[in-house]
Every structure is written in C-alpha cells, then in structure tokens.
T-cell receptor, first 112, second 113 residues
Framework: DQQVKQNSPSLSVQEGRISILNCDYT??????FLWYKKYPAEGPTFLIS?????DKNEDGRFTVFLNKSAKHLSLHIVPSQPGDSAVYFC???????????FGTGTRLTIIP | EPEVTQTPSHQVTQMGQEVILRCVPI?????FYWYRQILGQKVEFLVS????????KSEIFDDQFSVERPDGSNFTLKIRSTKLEDSAMYFC???????????FGDGTRLSIL
C-alpha cells in the first residue's frame, strides 16, 4: 500500500534555516491531509492540517502547502529549531472516512 | 493539554495467549481508533469506534481482534490468541465530533514470544 509516500527517509538542516518535508499521494479520493511529529517512545503529535479546498495553511513556524494537481504536499518549518528534530509523518484521509493513511516518515535532524 | 493515555507501556506475552491493551481517550472525544506500527513499517489503521460500535475496520482487524468501551472512560483492544506477527507498537487515538485531527497516545509495545 503506497498511497502516501515520503521519499526522503532523512533530512538534515542547519538551525535557523528552513526545513522542507515532502509528501506525495496517489489516491485522488483523499481530501484532508495532516502532518504529525513523533519523538522516540512517544505517539505521533498532531502539527498542522489542510483541507483539499485550500492550497496553504499556516500556523506559527509551520506552513503546509497542497498542490492537488501534482498530488503533492509539503511542510515548511521556518526557522528550524533543535526541538524540531523528530520523525515527521504525512497522513491523508478521504471524505467520509475515518482512517488515516500514513507515509513512512522523514527523520528531520536540526544541526545546531 | 488533555492527553490520550495508554497502559501498559510494554506488554510481553506468550504466543497463543490473550492480551488486552488499554486506553483512556480525551474525555470529550467521541471517536476512538487503534493503529499499529510494526518495527520499520508504516503506522497502519486497525479500527475506528463510534457510538459503541465499530464504524470502520481494516483487513488486519480479523476475528482475533475486538474492541470495547467497557465504561465511560476506557477503550480496549483485545487480541484473543496472539501470534508472533502481532508484535508491534499499538497506538490508541481519539478525536472530537469533527473526526480530525486524531490525537494519539504514546503507545503500547507488544512483544510476543
């Protein structure tokens, strides 16, 4: 099941710079997308979401962009901070459904 | 901030034994979920539960699995006869009437010997 893909297993970014995490999906029935952050030995923590009727949603240092025609979304973190070092999961859900379909995650490391 | 809590954090069980994983969802949430993550793999949906019944389940959630909300606060996942391949991290999640976002607990690591 490769409906949600995160092609970069890891990413390293200097503190203070922008982190860009990418996610692609194949199922055109997905209409709501979420980003979760996960620290070791903890559960996924909700960060930010976007509905398919929008192309951008911003919350503080976090911005999610959605390109429906390309079936692509990205999470921008600016400025990046050491506490942002974690695994980031993209997830998607279809209209009327409840289950989240997750990507494989991207491990983000912020270098001080 | 309200949290989803899961117990135990680690459960070790002999193959063939029954196991019950427990969760206390966020108190005003109405929708409850179980997911699992086998080591090195994706987080996978197991089941969703609303209004005291299963609303959606995956093909993983076979007859060996069951869920229950025995009282107003707990939500449990039971595996009747565990198999080696049931070894995974099991996450409970809950959400309010808007379905999303789902808020996750810290998980129970289930190890089947």
């Amino acid at each position: 099941d490769q409906q949600v893909k995160q092609n970069s297993p890891s990413l390293s970014v200097q503190e203070g710079r922008i982190s860009i995490l990418n996610c692609d999906y194949t199922n055109s029935m997905f209409d709501y997308f979420l980003w979760y952050k996960k620290y070791p030995a903890e559960g996924p923590t909700f960060l930010i979401s976007i509905s398919s009727i929008k192309d951008k949603n911003e919350d503080g240092r976090f911005t999610v962009f959605l390109n429906k025609s390309a079936k692509h979304l990205s999470l921008h973190i600016v400025p990046s901070q050491p506490g942002d070092s974690a695994v980031y999961f993209c997830a998607a859900v279809g209209f009327g459904n409840e289950k989240l379909t997750f990507g494989t995650g991207t491990r983000l490391t912020i270098i001080p | 901030e309200p949290e989803v809590t899961q117990t135990p954090s680690h459960q070790v069980t002999q193959m063939g034994q029954e196991v019950i994983l427990r969760c206390v969802p966020i108190s005003n949430h109405l929708y409850f979920y179980w997911y699992r993550q086998i080591l090195g793999q994706k987080v996978e949906f197991l089941v969703s539960f609303y209004n005291n019944e299963i609303s959606e389940k995956s093909e993983i959630f076979d007859d060996q699995f069951s869920v229950e909300r025995p009282d107003g606060s707990n939500f449990t996942l039971k595996i009747r006869s565990t198999k080696l391949e049931d070894s995974a991290m099991y996450f409970c999640a809950s959400s309010d009437q808007g379905f999303q976002p789902q808020h996750f607990g810290d998980g129970t690591r289930l190890s089947i010997l």
